[in-house]
């Protein structure tokens, strides 16, 4: 079910609410941001983008593009996983496909028993979890 902006202003709001306390509670005026908040902020950005979130929370456009490539490069990192693969028996042939955010690796397997693949296909998947 597609959200409507009505349905999606409220997060919004929320954290607009959250920058406005903690600029006006702040002991110094040139305080850093605390990261709970730009991590609130950068959560925002799939749904409004880098200028609409930036625009509508007082944020600067550069700084909050900072902080979700960095947090998109902390997620990519974390997940990246050397994995070996076993040299082709005999069996069947397949062709499985893994989508790495934004690329698809494509692993081709001739003459691999499908136990094989099986265990290759978990591996991955543990190596993104």
């Not at 002991?27 to 625009?55: D, I, K, M, Q, S």
């Not at 001739?110 to 591996?123: I, Q, S, Y």
Request: charged letters at 25%.
């Amino acid at each position: 079910m597609p959200s409507t902006p009505r349905a999606r202003q409220p997060r919004l709001e929320i954290v607009r609410r959250r920058l406005a306390r903690w600029r006006q509670t702040r002991r110094h005026g040139r305080a850093p941001l605390p990261p709970r908040l730009w991590a609130a902020a950068a959560a925002l950005v799939p749904e409004h983008g880098v200028y609409g979130t930036a625009r509508a929370l007082g944020l600067s456009y550069g700084a909050l593009k900072r902080h979700v490539e960095n947090q998109d490069g902390q997620r990519q990192e974390s997940s990246t996983k050397f994995v070996e693969l076993p040299r082709p028996s005999v069996g069947g042939s397949c062709v499985i496909e893994i989508d790495g955010g934004g690329a698809i690796v494509r692993v081709r397997f001739e003459g691999v028993p499908l136990p094989e693949v099986a265990a290759f296909t978990r591996l991955v998947a543990d190596a993104r979890a």
